[in-house]
């Protein structure tokens, strides 16, 4: 493995980017709908967009150095805004259209990147109290009560590794205050390597691969033509050829909402061997849909390809935040090698200090293993029943799903074939603000760290994710606005659509 402790330099503001590209829809005359309005037969919705997009901070031609900063937010010295990911900009952008987490009931949030968290048909009950022993007000261990950490590799060798030579132990298990935090930890401690991606794929990569500059960024786009599947052989051949010594992946795959399992998942594993390190976010392996009955209760892990746990070189990020449904209690965990976890240790004393005490130990009863399998038996079946539920919607609204989702609680759902300007993600998500829906524009998934990449021609222009993460109602309350706007759509024209869009609000926190 290649572990070193960098500094953490800053980044750019990425939220300013998106803010500028929007200004350009306060008026029609300077609107992308007005601008397709009178468009020549020889150009389209994505060329216009492309072409505002390029005059943007961070996108201009290269040989050009992009500002990285706003200047209007940049007024302590030494001090420059990091940026958010496109899941925060979206709402904020929310807020500046009247939402806030007081009158949220009012809104359907398909965007939110969490599950419902309360009680779903035939689990447990939620926990609604925690104990707080004396002993659990004094700091943990950076890497973890020991409790926890032994739950955590009993339950892996529980599911996984049953009969396997190899067995995690406690010195396997890094605890951490959430999977961002673990996998900072992680890329403080990589040293200068290529570090392969994949486009589209979560929208945090983009902040730890730019703020971790010994992480060098290499993009790989996956093709919907093969259902966003990693090519595992394409990817050998780019260790051989490139050098690639990292590589990071979401697995069940946010936001496509597709899986890599089995004799895929086998040989994605074995590519440990050759000298790649793979860091495997694994935040949403309960979330799998099967077709048959007799295969609901599993869930997918590269926990179960590895032969070695401490000279494999593969690690996998986890936690409550997903699986549990206890996105709140900030509990999750890295896996890996002992020595990976030594050095996480190290990382931790300086990047956030360790996950919170008491929450640790409320945590130890949650993975005992008949619980976990009751747990995840309810969860599929809920979940499952919203996936299809919101599909048939869709379906209605002559919305299909070009590829739909395998598993996680997310629909990747291709904008194309409506009228322009409402076929780019950006403008579709503006325009169901002023419905109060929230949904992310795809162009977000687009990872671009420090933006090295043009992204005029981006393959998530024509794209949103969708969340089936809320309460049923929510869902049917954002597809009703969904099918609001696109009636109107086909029904009226678009020349209302693009612009009037609201200005971001600096609201004082306790307004919100």
């Known amino acids: 493995m290649h572990l070193h402790l960098p500094r953490i330099p800053s980044v750019a503001n990425f939220a300013h980017q998106v ?23 020889h150009r389209n919705s994505s060329q216009i967009f492309s072409q505002i997009f390029r005059q943007q901070v961070g996108h201009q031609p ?29 709402s904020d952008r929310a807020m500046a259209n009247g939402f806030s987490y007081a ?17 779903i048909p035939d689990a447990l009950p939620r926990p609604n109290s925690i104990s707080m022993p004396v002993d659990s007000l004094e700091y943990a261990p950076t890497t973890g ?23 995690y132990t406690y010195e396997n298990v890094c605890i951490v205050p959430g999977g961002r935090s673990g996998l900072s930890r992680v890329a403080a401690v990589v040293s200068d390597v290529y570090c392969s991606y994949q486009i589209p794929d979560y929208t945090a990569y983009d902040q730890v691969l730019s703020a971790f500059k010994r992480l060098v960024p290499v993009p790989t786009v996956l093709d919907p033509e093969c259902k ?8 050998k051949r780019d260790i051989r050829t490139q050098g690639l010594a990292v590589i990071i992946a979401s697995n069940p795959r946010n936001p496509t909402g597709q899986v890599i399992a089995g004799k895929d998942l086998k040989e994605l594993v074995a590519l ?11 935040f949403y392996s309960w979330y799998i849909y099967p077709e048959h009955e007799r295969d609901f209760g599993k869930s997918v892990s590269s926990a179960e390809y590895i032969d070695d746990v401490n000279t494999d070189s593969v690690v996998i990020i986890d936690g409550l935040t997903k699986n549990w449904r206890l996105p709140g209690w900030r509990v999750c965990w890295v896996l890996g090698p002992k020595n990976l976890i030594t050095a996480l ?49 869709l379906h209605d609204l002559h919305l299909d799903v ?37 949904v992310i524009p795809g162009i977000f998934f687009d990872i671009n760290p420090s933006h090295r990449r043009n992204l005029f021609n981006s393959p998530c222009h024509h794209f949103v994710r969708l969340s089936f993460g809320p309460p049923l109602e929510d869902l049917d309350k954002g597809i009703d606005a969904i099918g609001r706007v696109v009636r109107a759509a086909r029904k009226e024209g678009t020349k209302k659509f693009g612009h009037s869009y609201k200005k971001s609000l600096e609201t004082a926190p306790e307004q919100i």
């Open 19 to 41: 803010q500028e590209v929007m200004k350009h829809f306060r008026h029609e005359k300077e609107s992308e709908a007005h601008q397709v309005s009178s468009l020549s037969p």
């Open 62 to 90: 290269k040989g050009f150095l992009p500002q990285t900063v706003n200047p209007d937010e940049e007024t302590v010295p030494g001090i420059e805004h990091p940026g958010s990911t496109g899941v925060i900009y979206c």
């Open 103 to 119: 009158n949220s009931h009012e809104w359907a949030n398909l965007g939110q990147g969490a599950p419902e968290v309360g009680p």
């Open 145 to 167: 009560v020991k409790a926890l950490r032994e739950a955590v590799a009993h339950l892996y060798n529980h599911t996984y590794r049953q009969g396997k030579n190899s067995q």
């Open 228 to 235: 966003y599947r990693l090519d595992i052989e394409q990817t």
């Open 272 to 282: 440990s061997k050759e000298g790649t390190t793979l860091i495997l976010d694994e």
């Open 345 to 393: 240790s190290q990382s931790g004393s300086f990047l956030d200090g360790g996950a919170n005490h008491p929450m640790q130990l409320a945590a130890v009863s949650l993975l005992e293993p008949s619980q976990v399998k009751h747990e995840k038996l309810a969860l599929q079946k809920h979940f499952k029943a919203k996936r299809d539920h919101v599909l048939k919607r």
């Open 402 to 438: 070009d590829i739909p989702p395998q598993a996680t609680f997310y629909i990747w759902l291709n904008l194309e074939k409506l009228p322009p300007p409402l076929n780019n993600g950006l403008t579709f998500f503006e325009e169901l603000l002023k419905e109060k829906t929230i």
